[in-house]
């Protein structure tokens, strides 16, 4: 147990801390002590289920000895090395991700975050093709540096813009709300056509990239439409822009396949990676580009380097991550409980008039709350403050009082527990969810 008391961790950090993405009044933050497998202990000794893998991203579950056991022993040996004198853990990161990356995602650059990643892939398509613009969607999120929050379509981005030059937008292949097939029996992918329309006014020669988040992660677990990428992949093609896939959330088998692009079988040119690359046990992104644009940096310079780039610890939890994931055939069961998962919030949103629509795929899903079902206007509004949330403040209350963690956002919130979950703890967290969709129906107009 820790030595201070919960209250007075609570008050220490509010006095001499600020806290991220927020107004600091508004933010109610739980004291943690310790976790394990699913769940975690506040100081106060109060159990959670952790249905959002903490930010999406302790993939394996909490206080694996595996991992825990590597860190141990790299630190004990060696706890850091500048990024030109490389070691044992690293070299055997670099390998392991080859393996897992889809087709020619051969060769990866280590940072120490997904925020990271992403500006180091822009920053790399730009030298490799000598464009400029990056082309990016509205709801997403890339991540809190300049460069990545400025690819950040969502409102993350406004605090601190005009941000950097030469980013450019299209919506999202968002079906529930779209313009274009929303109202059709389906998707008719007229969202491409928008892209298209964007790359040539835009001015295809000028457009280095297009990062997209594969399936959108905080914006509301978007999944593409079959058809979608494998059409964004053409038109990159088509225009010689790369495709880069941020799979900073949906990678790791969080979607029930090592990376979500393997969904469509469509190989990005760059991919972004971290979260679930070491499971949160300690910090670490990576970029994984492929064998073209390696080559390129053979001949020219690569203008990068990060002081803790390639830590040896961070890269000694990555490789113990990655064979758990091996070792417990994590990937399959994200798979096997996604299916669960899907059939459960089927059910709850036939129950539930609150329920516009449930998303998931593998162990990504997201419950999306509307007032009227026909008019879908959502619970709370888009980009809703604190004081604005109504109903889905007092279902998020729910959540706390019953012990069940996750992520409020707006009109919706999230289903992301750990990829270790047994059918049992995914129900026992279905239930508090059941219960505590009583509160939003009673908001519902019919
Ligand atoms: C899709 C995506 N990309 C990038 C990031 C940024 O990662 P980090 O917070 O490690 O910088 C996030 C973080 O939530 C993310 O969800």
Redesign the pocket.
């Known amino acids: 147990m820790s030595d201070l008391s919960s209250a007075e961790i609570l008050r220490l950090t509010r006095e001499y801390g600020l806290y991220e993405w927020a107004a600091q009044k508004a933010v109610k933050p739980l004291s943690v002590d310790h976790a394990q497998g699913v769940y975690f202990w506040t100081t106060d000794g109060k159990r959670f289920l952790d249905f959002n893998s903490q930010?999406?991203c302790v993939n394996i579950g909490h206080g694996d000895e595996r991992v825990l056991t590597a860190i141990r022993e790299q630190s004990e040996k060696l706890t850091y090395v500048m990024p030109h004198l490389v070691t044992e853990p690293r070299a055997r990161l670099h390998q392991l991700l080859a393996e897992v990356s889809p087709g020619a995602l051969k060769r990866s650059f280590l940072t120490l975050?997904?925020?990271?990643?992403?500006e180091h892939a822009v920053r790399i398509a730009r030298l490799a093709t000598r464009r400029q613009k990056i082309l990016v969607r509205y709801r997403s999120?890339?991540?809190?540096?300049a460069g990545?929050v400025s690819l950040t379509g969502e409102p993350r981005r406004w605090g601190a813009e005009p941000g950097i030059p030469g980013v450019v937008r299209a919506m999202d292949p968002y079906r529930y709300r779209c313009r274009w097939c929303q109202e059709q029996p389906a998707c008719n992918l007229d969202c491409l056509n928008h892209v298209e329309d964007v790359i040539q006014f835009e001015g295809a020669h000028t457009i280095a990239a297009v990062l997209i988040?594969t399936v959108t992660?905080?914006n509301g677990i978007i999944i593409p439409p079959d058809g979608y990428l494998p059409g964004l992949r053409t038109l990159c093609d088509k225009y010689g822009i790369l495709l880069i896939a941020?799979e900073?959330?949906?990678g790791f088998g969080r979607t029930g396949e090592w990376f979500a692009v393997d969904h469509w079988d469509v190989v990005p040119d760059i991919m972004?990676l971290?979260?679930g690359l070491t499971s949160a046990y300690l910090p670490l992104?990576a970029i994984m580009v492929n064998d073209e644009i390696a080559a390129h940096f053979e001949d020219n310079f690569l203008y990068s380097g990060l002081t803790y780039g390639a830590h040896p610890v961070s890269c000694a939890a990555a490789v113990a991550t990655i064979k758990v994931y091996q070792e417990d055939g994590l990937i399959e069961h994200a798979r096997k409980m996604g299916t669960v998962l899907a059939r459960e919030m089927e059910r709850l949103r036939n129950t539930h008039p609150s329920v516009g629509e449930t998303r998931s795929i593998g162990l990504f899903g997201l419950f999306e709350l509307v007032k009227n079902r026909q008019t879908r206007e959502p619970l709370a509004p888009f980009n809703a403050t604190a004081a604005e949330m109504g109903p889905m403040a007092q279902l998020g209350a729910f959540f706390r009082e019953n012990g069940l963690f996750t992520l409020v956002r707006w009109n919706t919130f999230f289903v992301n527990p750990p990829l270790c979950i047994s059918e049992e703890q995914l129900r026992e967290g279905l239930a508090i969810i059941d219960r505590a969709l009583d509160i939003t129906d009673a908001a519902v107009s019919v």
């Open positions: 930010l999406m975050s997904g925020a990271e990643a992403n999120y890339h991540g809190a540096t990545a988040e992660g905080t941020d900073v959330m949906s972004t971290a979260k992104g």
